[in-house]
């Protein structure tokens, strides 16, 4: 059974960096498509980035475009987020999800397109 475990959230000033983890374990993950969702109190769970199993494609969310980065070492089986230029809007319980097929697709954006979730890292920008 996988599981995925987030970590590194935590309060950041306006301007700030954080960088999350996603440790995986219970299989192997270098062929699946990992991503990052976020939501906020009172909103629907939102799409932030992807990446392909093999690190070489990502797609981004606009409103995170040019400040955060996602990456993976599938050595280590785990998937990283470095949040640059934080706004008080990136405030959020980030979730890492992984989908256990072959390929990426930059279509794949909701929830529904990924298999198992993390339980969630709060982040906090504070102005």
């Known amino acids: 059974q996988v599981q995925l475990v987030e970590s590194g959230g935590g309060l950041v000033q306006v301007g700030g960096s954080l960088r999350l983890s996603c440790a995986a374990s219970?299989?192997?993950?270098?062929?699946?498509?990992m991503g990052w969702f976020r939501q906020a109190p009172g909103k629907q769970r939102e799409f932030v980035a992807s990446?392909?199993?093999?690190?070489?494609?990502?797609n981004f969310a606009d409103s995170v475009k040019g400040r955060f980065t996602i990456s993976r070492d599938n050595a280590k089986n785990t998937l990283y987020l470095q949040m640059n230029s934080l706004k008080p809007e990136d405030t959020a319980v980030y979730y890492c999800?992984?989908?256990?097929?072959?390929?990426?697709?930059?279509?794949?954006?909701?929830?529904?397109?990924?298999?198992?979730w993390g339980q969630g890292t709060q982040v906090t920008v504070a102005s």
């Open positions: 990446i392909s199993g093999g690190g070489s494609s990502a």
């Open positions: 999800a992984i989908r256990r097929t072959v390929g990426f697709s930059l279509q794949w954006t909701r929830q529904g397109d990924f298999d198992s």
């Open positions: 219970g299989g192997t993950f270098s062929s699946s498509a």
